[in-house]
Each structure stands twice: as C-alpha cells, then as structure tokens.
C-alpha cells in the first residue's frame, strides 16, 4: 500500500514536525541561478511554521542587516512564501530566487531595492 | 508585489513535464474518484440525497478556489497591519464586488435563500472576538478549513476548537446566567417558547430570544425602498451595499499601503493622475489569484443557491429537515423539524452542529438550547448538509493543493497548537455573537445588501489589530528569551 507507506514515512520523517523557527546568522555561500555564488548572512528557517510568524521573522532580519545583504527562507508554506514575496515591495528588498524542492521554498531576498 | 517573475524559480520537484504525470494528481484523482463513488453510493439508497450532495460538491469547489486563491480573511487583516501588505486585503474585496454582482442575479432569479441578519452593537463585538482569535490560529473560519486540506494538522485543531468551543458557548448556562441582563430574560420569558427548552436559563438562549429576537435586520434595497426587484438587487445591495463601499476601502489601501512603495519603485518624484491610476492598476492586478478565486467563488455561491432553490421547489419543502423526516431519518432534527440549512456558502453553524452530535451521544443534553433545539437541530454528521459542505471544502482543497504539488503534512508543536486551540474557542465564540464568520456574517452578507457584514468586517478588523500588536509583543518576548537574533 504506498498510501500506508507515505503515512509511515510521515510520521517518521522530523521535517514534518514543527520545530521553533531558527533564525540562524552565520554566513554561508550558495549557488543561485542566473547570478552565481552568493553569500547570506541571514537564514530563517520557518518549517512547520505557519503565518504570521515567518513574515515577522522576516521583517526582523531586514531591520538587522545591511543594505545588499541577502536572506535566505525556507518555508514549506506556499501562502506563507507568497506574503514574503510582497513584502519585498515595501521594506523594500528584492527576490532574487526560489529554490523548491520537495515539500519546501527557499527564497533569497537582498535588502533594498537596487538591482545588483 | 508580484516581484516573482523577474527572478528566477528552480523547481526542483517538477520532475514530469506533464503536471497531471505526479503522484499528488494520483491521490488528488483517488479522493475525487471516492468521493464520485460515495454520492453514487448514497443515490443509489434514495435519490432524494441530492440534496445533500449539492452541499458536498458545492464545498469541494469551494475548496478549489479557497486554496488557488490562498483566500483567508485572516491574511487579509493581519498581512496590512503586522507587515503591511494589502494584497489579501485587495483581493477579498475584490471577490466581494465581484460576488455582489452574481448574488444580485440570484435574487432578480427569485431563488434567494439569503435573510439580512439582525443589526446590533452584538455584530461588533462578535466580529472583534473573531479578529482577535484569527491572529492567533494563523487562519480564519474559511482560511483554517483549505489549510486543512493542505495536511495542517495545527488548521485540523482549529476547526475542532471552533466546533467544541460554539457548542459550549451556546449551551452554557449556571455562572454565565448572572451576566444575562434581566431585561433579556424578561423579554426571552415573554416568547412564550415551549417548556424543553428552559429558554429562561443558559446565556446563549437569553442572548437569542431576549436580545437578537428583538432586532431586525434589513438590506439596502428594502431600506432605501426600491420597489423594482432588478434596481433594488442591483443598485440598492450590489451597487451601494457592496460595490461603491469596496473601492473605498480599496482606495484608502492604495492610498495608506500601496503608494509610496510603488511610487518609489517607478522613480516617479512628483505622480500625475495617470501614474496614480497605473499604481492602483498595479495594486488590483497584484492579487490575480485571489481575485478569480473571488469570482468563481461568487458564481458558485450564486449557483449553489440557484441548485438549492430548485430542489426546494422540486420537493416542495422549506428546509432539509422536512426531507430527512420524509426519508425516515427524524433523530436529529429541531422542535420545528427544521435542520441547519442556509442554502448557501457558510462555516460555522454546521461546525458548531458536529459538537452537539458528539456530545448527545454521549448523554448531554444539548436540545434544550434554542440553537440546537429550536433552530439548527444536531443532525448525524452523515446527513448533516451543510456540514457535508465543509468537509467538501477539505477534500477541495487537497485535491488541488495535491495537483500543485503544495500538500505536506504539517504537525504541530505545543505552543502552535495551544495557540490554534485558544484562538479556535475564541473564533468559536465570537461567531457565534457575531453571527457567523468571515463567510456568513460578513461576505455573504455584504454581497446580499446586508450592512450588518461591514459591521462585523470593522470589528474584525479591530481585533486582529490588537491581536496583531499582542502576538508581535509575544514574539519579541521569545525571541528575547531564547537569544535568536543575538549578534
């Protein structure tokens, strides 16, 4: 029965419980698409998380940092990852990409509205 | 807004090029075939349950269009004031425009099932006992049931502390019965009601027959008086009850939330009517999906009251309750023989009516409640049409959170789910003053000429604002607590 197997594989699986969000602030590099080898100095790990929280993580970090530097989020919210998105617009900050894979988003956000 | 086309999307999991080849278009196809084989199932024991079925697959498209639309009254209020994002906000008055229109239509048709609510200061206050509950749960009284259908197991838990907390609140009686005014109880007394259902005691009961029995509720086409049905549903309700007050509040959104940000945007210094017109244009559009789901939500919400309409003149009935007794199945149903049965798109009642079947099975007595008793019944959850209608609106929105690949079972942690609880039973309780949620006392209300539904917007929105403002202190709380953010 793949249903029963999907069930166990939830269960079992720790991404599926929600665990407190962690805003981590050590810098790491990623490769994005289209603009190569980034670094950010913020990630926020929202998985399980439902709104508002991750938005006002979000808000935080943006009030932290520096102009330019870049935020990554995870999410496995589709509604949570899309208000994300239009806050860019206010703060103001820029999407730079989406990285989805199974069950989540990572979205890289740069603070301030100047493209690179 | 809307920022997301110019940077670039890797979707790693759109391993297929065909978006029906994935195993979530399998399951989603598995519930519809089930779902498909249960109402043959149930047709075939008596053909009258189409009734019931219309509620069930009314809700199932519901459900589509909550979760395309990510339509949640509770992102809507909040999204604007914790971050300041109108697009929700945007796109559910958008959607009430919209629905006016198709409402309007339904009731130049003559199939209305819509009554305008009763008006008092009770419609306020409900709606801000309801703002501040959504805060908390993460999703209103609609939101909450599509993320349940997206595997929320935490939006699970609202939806039953919505259903436990009405059922108490309406049968509460011993200490709650000191904060009845005695002028409800007297008027509650002089209803002449019958004995069963102690009318006099329980603070729900006296709210009911003492207070809200006593007021009238009216639309906007009765008020101002228009005697041509075409004028008064199309002018007096769509146009002045629900259009002209959307593009107000749609203007103050552009005005308080959109402007500056998009004029920065453009580098416009000093703004022409024309470049205030592409920004509006540019706020309106931003919520596409939320706007169609808007509108098809207003379709079917018109056309499920055109389907109930007919089958009430088919069977020359008033309400499902008369059906079920014709059927044989007389458990359940109020002193009336009536069952809950709105013909149209509502949450909470049938909710509140799940509860009150679970806890007579267990030897409470819920009937001696002028809500169960005398007006909404506590039929089995299997003949429970509107309630069929809410489960239809999970099952909806899996299907197509499971075609897009956005299904993920979410498990709760404590905090998250005390939290969905606690705002649940206050979600709960304020509906039920209120009366209704997001989607019976405020959008099928606004859209069928009834102000009584901006009342309760008002008051929902102001409870979100302090809910807003206490969980953010909640947040900076924590997060002070446990160090994040430490530099």
Request: with cysteine.
């Given at each position: 029965m793949p249903v029963l197997q999907d069930i166990l594989r939830l269960w079992a699986n720790p991404d599926n419980r929600r665990r407190r969000p962690a805003v981590s602030t050590e810098h790491h590099n990623v490769e994005l698409p289209g603009l190569g080898c980034v670094m950010v100095s913020r990630t926020i790990d929202c998985i399980g998380e439902g709104c508002p929280r991750p938005q006002l993580l979000t808000l935080k970090a943006f009030n932290q940092i520096g102009q330019g530097d870049i935020v990554e989020f995870i999410s496995d919210n589709p509604a949570t990852v899309e208000t994300v998105l239009d806050m860019m617009f206010t703060l103001p900050g820029s999407h730079l990409a989406t990285v989805r894979t199974e069950g989540r988003w990572h979205v890289y956000l740069r603070k301030g509205h100047d493209q690179p | 807004m809307g920022k997301q086309s110019e940077a670039a999307v890797i979707d790693s999991?759109?391993?297929?090029?065909?978006?029906?080849?994935h195993k979530g278009a399998l399951y989603a196809m598995i519930i519809l075939g089930l779902v498909s084989i249960v109402s043959m199932l149930t047709l075939s024991l008596d053909l009258r349950f189409i009734y019931m079925l219309v509620y069930l697959w009314f809700g199932l498209v519901y459900g589509v269009f909550l979760q395309y639309g990510r339509f949640c009254m509770a992102s809507a209020v909040r999204d604007l004031f914790a971050?300041?994002?109108?697009r929700m906000a945007v796109g559910v008055m958008i959607a009430t425009a919209l629905f006016s229109l198709t409402a309007a239509a339904v009731t130049v048709g003559g199939f209305s099932t819509f009554y305008p609510h009763p008006w008092g200061w009770h419609v306020i206050i409900g709606g801000a006992i309801f703002g501040f509950g959504i805060i908390f749960t993460g999703g209103c009284a609609s939101g909450s049931l599509y993320k349940s259908g997206e595997g929320n197991v935490g939006s699970m838990l609202v939806v039953l502390a919505i259903s436990v907390s009405q059922a108490a609140f309406v049968m509460a009686g011993g200490l709650m019965?000191?904060?009845?005014p005695s002028s409800w109880t007297a008027s509650a007394a002089a209803?002449?009601?019958?004995?069963?259902?102690?009318?006099?005691?329980g603070w729900f009961d006296q709210f009911m027959a003492g207070y809200i029995w006593d007021l009238k509720g009216i639309t906007m086409a009765q008020w101002l008086g228009f005697e041509n049905p075409v004028i008064g549903a199309f002018?007096?309700?769509?146009?002045?009850?629900a259009i002209l007050p959307t593009i107000a509040i749609l203007l103050v959104l552009y005005l308080f939330f959109f402007r500056k940000a998009y004029l920065r945007r453009a580098k416009i210094a000093h703004p022409t009517s024309g470049d205030e017109l592409r920004g509006l244009w540019a706020m309106l559009t931003s919520s596409k999906n939320t706007a169609l789901a808007g509108l098809g939500l207003g379709i079917f919400a018109g056309l499920q009251m055109w389907a109930t309409g007919a089958l009430r003149e088919h069977y020359q009935i008033f309400n499902f309750g008369e059906l079920l007794e014709k059927m044989?199945?007389?458990?359940?149903?109020?002193?009336?023989?009536?069952?809950?049965?709105?013909g149209y798109w509502y949450i909470t009642t049938q909710e509140a009516q799940w509860a009150g079947w679970a806890l007579d099975q267990v030897g409470?007595?819920?009937?001696?409640?002028?809500?169960?008793?005398?007006?909404?019944g506590i039929p089995n959850p299997l003949l429970n049409a509107p309630g069929l209608m809410s489960i239809g609106i999970i099952l909806g929105a899996a299907v197509i959170a499971l075609m897009r690949r956005e299904f993920k079972w979410k498990l709760p942690n404590l905090e998250t789910a005390v939290l969905a609880i606690v705002g649940g039973c206050l979600m709960g309780i304020g509906a039920r003053i209120g009366m209704?949620?997001?989607?019976?006392?405020?959008f099928a209300a606004v859209t069928n000429g009834d102000m009584t539904g901006w009342a309760f917007l008002l008051g929902m929105t102001a409870g979100a604002f302090v809910g807003v403002k206490l969980f953010n202190w909640w947040i900076e709380w924590k997060l002070a607590r446990e160090g994040d953010f430490a530099l």
């Open positions: - | 999991t759109a391993v297929t090029d065909s978006w029906l080849g971050v300041k994002v109108p019965n000191r904060l009845v209803k002449g009601m019958p004995e069963e259902l102690t009318v006099t005691n002018v007096g309700n769509a146009l002045l009850g044989g199945y007389t458990n359940g149903l109020s002193i009336q023989g009536t069952v809950f049965d709105p409470v007595n819920t009937m001696d409640t002028v809500f169960f008793g005398l007006e909404n209704g949620c997001n989607v019976g006392a405020f």
